[in-house]
């Protein structure tokens, strides 16, 4: 398997790329959008590319080949949106899935609307390729159109239907889960006629709302683009986090990569108060964290009693990511308003990991083989969580269902039946189990686009089809035309046959 790796290794770097221009796009001011970007982008300037990255969290340490174009604007808006995250329990499925075309077309704006990339726009620059963050955020294909250079998209969902149309995957909807539905890929028969509909709502709000918009903005910000469709095929490439340790099973053409892992980093090491709570718990650790745009301290406070109440009657020591102040605590719960999460995963006397089923806290606890416990506000959170069940490595409880009651009885069955330990340790190890480590993976395809000048062949000719030649209704029209002209012909030669005898009406 080593040598595996090391042979592989050896023949990437033979047909090293020269070093390229690159330019990435990642202005979405969520932590979790741009560890993805900035993941890729950093190892392409490591192996001596020129990187720009347009981002809007500013880079502490300079970096070599590495540029950055600061996105400033983003954040006001995003800070107003965090308080409002909770109140989506109460969304129905409409509000749900034009809240995120919404988002998209607001951020998409913020960030072409900014001043350093409207001066960064402005500027002569050479690009050989531009890497653009997928996120309801098409317009953002004008970097390409600007530099003529070819596109990659990275999704940080895995998704199909997210991503699979722009380069002609195949995601239907009785197999393929939609975002915003916690079912698993095994739908009974209602729960598929709900995901269909929510995969023509989806389509449907694409269509007629968010590409017109997208399509708005390409052409206010780069003047002289052609229409968005146009561009919004020509995409060479689809990285996507998703792999089949995390996510479902579906087609994949050859030029859409799943990449789930690679932002996982070595283990470091912990801050010295940290490493002894962990190294002391000798009944084991229970890591909780709605990760960085939910915050613990906006739970209802009866729920956060309930919650300390339970803790501590257990045996198991807690650290909580609790950005307030707990004064009345119990002595088995430590609580800090952020903690290194990939490190604390890593430690062996972790036991589960209470998340709000966010995508990234998923792959880390596979990666580091630990169970979850779910407990999903919005967008891909349940679905997440319920992949999690199917897969019988983690358990999870709605956050508007969750109470003292439900709380306590998962938690205690998740402690103490082992097969949630063994499921997770066995799915970790289909991770780890790759020819290429996923990061690799993602450079090479990256300078594979390169070395190919956009990779044209790669492309599916089912681009080239409109939607009725596509699902083949033009010959099943034609077919059924057919069909009913010999039927005719025959009724005819039937009629004007001697065996044809006409009933004589009865008087
Ligand atoms: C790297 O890219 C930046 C543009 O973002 C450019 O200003 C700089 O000259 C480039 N450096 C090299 C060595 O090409
Ligand atoms: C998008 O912007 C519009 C107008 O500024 C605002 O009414 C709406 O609430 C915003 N939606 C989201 C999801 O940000
Ligand atoms: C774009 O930014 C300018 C300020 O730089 C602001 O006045 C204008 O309202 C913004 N336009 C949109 C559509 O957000
Ligand atoms: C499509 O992408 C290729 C590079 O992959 C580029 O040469 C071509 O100009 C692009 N087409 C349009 C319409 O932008």
Redesign the pocket.
Known sequence: MNLHVTVLGLLCFCCITNAA?ILGVFPFPARSHIQLGNRILKELADRGH?V?IISPYKEKAQRKNF?QVLVENVFQKSAEMKSDLFNHVNYNILHRVLFLNTLGINFTELALNDTNVKAFLKER?HFDLVIIQHFNSDAYNGFCYRYKAPCISVSPLPVPNWFSNKVGNSAPPSYVPQLLVSYSSKMNFWQRIFNSMVYLLSEISHRFYLYPEQNRLLQKYFPGAPHLDELYYNTSLILYNGHVSVSDVSPNLPNTIDIAGYHVSPPKKLPEDLQEFLDNAIDGVIYFSMGSNLLSQDFPISLINSILKIFSKLKQRVVWKFEGDLPNRPTNVLIRSWLPQQDILAHPNVILLITHGGLLSVIEAIYFGKPILGLPVYSDQGLNSKRAEEAGYGRFIRFEELSEESFEKVLNEMIHNPTYMSKAKARSRIMHDQPLPPLQRAIFWIEYVLRHRGAPHLKSSALSLSWYQYFLLDIIFGLIVFCGLIVMVLIAVWRNSIFYKPKLKQY
């Open positions: 221009q020129n720009t540029n620059h």
